[in-house]
């Protein structure tokens, strides 16, 4: 753990101003970019201090969105996916607009609702060299491509079965031709490389701070 250097003081907390909302180390936050058209910065505290006139900094861990790695968003990636990287940085406490939660892949496809301060992450994400860990995901769709959780699925995706949403979301139970067991519903059908250079087609793109 880094030493609070002289003349700083480690804080427990930190009160978003204009607001009554906590920070703690270990929250994940939304940050003010310089540029106002842009969605907020999502970062991870990792800790708080405060220096001889009180002024609070943070030392946070940057998460990516897709738009903002090397390689760009895919079809993939979620609306709501971010990359936890290996960017770690120190702004004042005065650009946290607010918090948020990013959850694990896992829970995020189990909430019934998801709300604005919502998020998921599945890859760590190195941003010198766009890649990412683990490297290459499950897929289980004949069209050979990860879960993006904003599009529905029935084993496989509705329209890569010849199937509308509508008519997939009245099914009670799916097996497709191909599977004659629950067993074989679960395994996955291939890993597709994730990380930018894998397969050739993406195209360096770094992230301007």
Known sequence: M???????????????RGT????????CVLMRPSDTSKPPYVARVEKIE???RNN??????????????IGGRRQFHGAKELFLSDHYDIQSAHTIEGKCVVHSFKNYTKLENVGAEDYYCRFEYKAATGAFTPDRVAVYC??????????LMVQYHPACVGMTIEEAKKL??????????DDDMK?????????PGSDGKVEPKRRKR
């Open 2 to 16: 880094a030493k609070t250097r002289p003349g700083k003081r480690d804080l427990d907390s930190y009160t978003i």
């Open 20 to 27: 009554n909302k906590i920070v703690r180390v270990g929250d």
């Open 50 to 52: 405060s220096d001889s």
């Open 56 to 69: 609070v900094k943070v030392r946070v861990r940057w998460y990516y969105r897709p738009e903002e790695s």
């Open 142 to 151: 004949k069209c050979e491509m990860p879960y993006n959780p904003d599009d």
């Open 172 to 181: 009670d139970h799916f097996v497709c031709s191909e599977c004659s067991s």
């Open 187 to 195: 395994k996955p059908q291939a890993t597709f490389p994730v990380s």
